[in-house]
DNA sequence: AGCTCTTATGAATCATTGA
DNA sequence: GTCAATGATTCATAAGAGC
């Protein structure tokens, strides 16, 4: 048993992940403090500064992952003076430089974006989802995120809410296992590397909470059951409570204890 | 009228767009030969000189465009060795530096992408399509690119939800406010930044023909009619063809004579 | 079951003003 | 100039309740 499990610990990752033991993580993911964003929560890393305040940290999660492990990223930039900004580009090249091997950017197609209308361009309605590796073969597990065809279970699963996992959860014992039985001699189909999710409804505390499904889908595509699954910017704990309903372990770390508190609270609570 | 109108020309634009007067053109749509893809077409241009083969030409895009134009760019990185290649991000920062202003990136999510599956990776069934300009300020007709809008705003604006009433009543305080006088009678909708459109179905006698909803779709978003669209990779000929169905002029350009005539054999057969 | 109606809400962006 | 703060403006959808 790693020596970090199955806790969520208050402190900046790049000190944090020292203690970490070498090569004990399965798999990354996670949501970092966007630039220019959440300035009142996190203080604000203005946007030519966020290279350089991240590779120290990724520089640590490459310390931390196994040799097979992938590290999911979850990322957008945002438009300034109707222009928009080059730091995820920038950041992309640079992990790159660090030894990162990028494998994959998936597309999260957010059904319900933000409103609001103006003279340059339209509404925002996807954010980009990075996939890195250390090797060139690592662990995946494509048949554990296949998707049903077909009108009728299309409408059930387009969007996995918390309250449909639960009632999953709480009918079967294992999450997902029961659906896909279910499924088993019906028309499967592997996804493709756009995702189509809501972005998440109902009060987390959080202002920037990615609806669970992400997470679900990246766990089940890259860990099998006991595997450690870290959060470095936990937020409000939705990567943390997700490995936890999936049988993952997680490790959960975040500079702010009020976010601490929520992501612990959640993960009591099951929600 | 511009001297090179309603024409397709062989060549390389490099060259072409020398004798094409200067800010006559109100937008550039194109799909330039990817990095590494269609070899046998264009020679192939290897992923580590793309960037600096496609520079020269991007200048002579901004000689010709008008200042309120816009440039349309549709392209997308291939994996190479496990790993997407990198050109893309460094031809968006390089024409950044060159003076244009990089407003969106739209997804273009393909409908009936090709089927496939690799060990590392699911089907790719996204492209970027690139917006840039030369001002911050220009030429954007969004209505002409309205979708349908879904069957719940009938209903809602036959009784005005007393929240919808509260909250205009806040923001305004009188009453009822336009915004919502605005939906009245409005059965369209504004799209966002990911495009769902089906690929192309039929062989156009080239390797890589985008359907023709694409340019549809930039050509009435930033040009009226009469307007001039130049394509300088024209390829099986989509862009003038959409340009031409819509009123607009056109000006193609490729390099290879085989693709020209696919193109204007296109033209004159309206498809 | 299916339909209608109600409610909730999401990492937004731009123009303007003032320091 | 440049930068920061503030206010104005703005949709489309899913899910649930009720009939």
């Known amino acids: 048993m790693p020596k970090y499990c199955n806790i969520i610990i208050t402190g900046d990752c790049l000190s944090v992940l020292q203690k970490v033991d070498l090569s004990s993580v399965d798999l990354i993911v996670t949501s970092p403090p966007y630039a220019e964003k959440r300035i009142k929560a996190y203080g604000g890393i203005h946007p030519d500064k966020f290279v350089e305040w991240f590779l120290p940290r990724s520089e640590k999660f490459l310390r931390v992952l196994k040799p097979t492990g992938s590290f999911i990223l979850n990322i957008k930039e945002g438009a300034h003076n109707g222009q928009r900004q080059t730091y995820v580009m920038k950041l992309v090249m640079a992990l790159c430089r660090q030894g990162w091997l990028w494998v994959e950017e998936y597309i ?4 319900n974006c933000a409103p609001g209308k103006w003279p340059n361009r339209f509404r925002d309605s996807f954010e980009r989802v ?9 662990s995946m597990y494509q048949e554990s995120v296949m998707v049903p065809m077909g009108d009728w279970a299309k409408s059930r699963l387009k969007n996995l809410s918390a309250r449909d996992r639960r009632r999953d959860d709480s009918a079967v014992g294992s999450g ?5 039985a279910n499924w088993v001699g019906r028309d499967m189909a592997y996804p493709t590397n756009v995702l189509h999710l809501a972005t998440e409804c109902g009060n987390k505390d959080h202002p920037a909470a990615f609806p669970i499904a992400l997470p679900d889908f990246f766990i089940r595509l890259f860990t099998k059951t006991g595997d450690l699954v870290l959060d470095p910017f936990i937020g409000s704990g939705t990567t943390a409570v997700s490995a936890k309903q999936l049988g993952r372990k997680y490790l959960g770390i975040d500079i702010l204890a009020k976010n601490c508190l929520v992501a612990k609270k959640r993960l009591k ?3």
């Open 269 to 271: 609570e099951d929600r």
């Open 130 to 138: 990075y996939h890195f590796t250390k090797q060139k073969k690592f």
């Open 108 to 111: 999260w197609c957010k059904k």
């Open 176 to 180: 997902f296992s029961k659906n896909i």
